[in-house]
């Protein structure tokens, strides 16, 4: 599905009528340029290789669920070329097309707040409705430090805060951060906070905290994306009906994985 430049599409169910993962969020194109050493300030250095790979957090998040067999649907703003300028986030306007019978679980990269918190609102109005089994589940990721994106903690059902958003309020770790911030979540939601190379922590429902350490592959090669491939293993492994613990470290475990190649291709 795609607002914006490109045509409107709402996909049906997935593969036997499974229910799908929708991401909400940017996409974007990266450009990666490989050089020897990491370059000092203001110096120049001769490029190794380039590469053009389509990114973005939940571009990204949503190529990894692919890849690990979830059905699933982006929707952003999409250019018919290899490059575009000013494309818009998606509005609650856009969103208002969404058939939430289509979705078992509805997840956003945190950008224009108040648009997304009016999507948000949507969601809960139709899950009062529902019986529980036809509710949709939602997640957000509020990654930027920026003040106009911290409601949006408080309305999904799972939150993940990146460790500058941790780092934003004073905190040094992440369970301090977990254990600091689970007020501002909505009774009942999880909060999970990733900090690279010592793992990751989340709060559960019931305030139990669990720790997954991180899984280095052998040679690091490539973190480009890393915190959008542990989200989209997290929301994976959640909506399978696994564990908290065991979601946590399934993420660990392919976030890991990713940063020993290029790209996303051969995460599985």
Not at 133 to 149: D, G, N, W
Request: hydrophobic share 40%.
């Amino acid at each position: 599905m795609a607002a914006g430049a490109a045509a409107r599409r709402e996909p049906g169910p997935g593969p036997g009528g499974e229910k799908r993962i929708l991401c909400v969020g940017l996409v974007c194109l990266d450009i990666i340029s490989v050089v020897e050493a990491y370059p000092a300030e203001d110096s120049d250095i001769r490029c190794v290789s380039q590469r053009w790979q389509r990114g973005g957090n939940a571009s990204n998040s949503c190529t990894v669920l692919a890849l690990l067999g979830a059905p699933c649907a982006f929707m952003g703003s999409l250019a018919p070329g290899h490059a575009a300028e000013n494309l818009p986030d998606v509005t609650a306007h856009d969103f208002e097309l969404v058939d939430f019978s289509q979705y078992k679980w509805i997840h956003w990269e945190a950008r224009n707040a108040a648009e997304q918190e009016a999507m948000m609102r949507r969601v809960e109005r139709y899950n009062r409705d529902r019986p529980a089994a036809e509710r949709v589940r939602t997640s957000v990721e509020v990654e930027k430090p920026r003040e106009e994106l911290l409601p949006l903690l408080g309305l999904a059902h799972v939150v993940f805060i990146s460790k500058d958003v941790a780092r934003h309020f004073g905190y040094q770790s992440a369970p301090e951060a977990l254990q600091g911030l689970h007020s501002r979540i909505q009774p009942g939601a999880t909060l999970i906070c990733a900090w690279a190379e010592e793992g990751a922590d989340a709060m559960g429902p019931s305030g139990e905290l669990v720790h997954s350490d991180a899984f280095p592959p052998e040679t690091l090669v490539d973190t480009l994306g890393a915190g959008d491939t542990f989200n989209a293993a997290v929301i994976f492994a959640l909506s399978a009906g696994r564990s908290l613990q065991d979601a946590l470290t399934f993420g660990c475990q392919i976030a890991g994985r990713k940063c020993g190649i290029q790209g996303f291709d051969g995460i599985v």
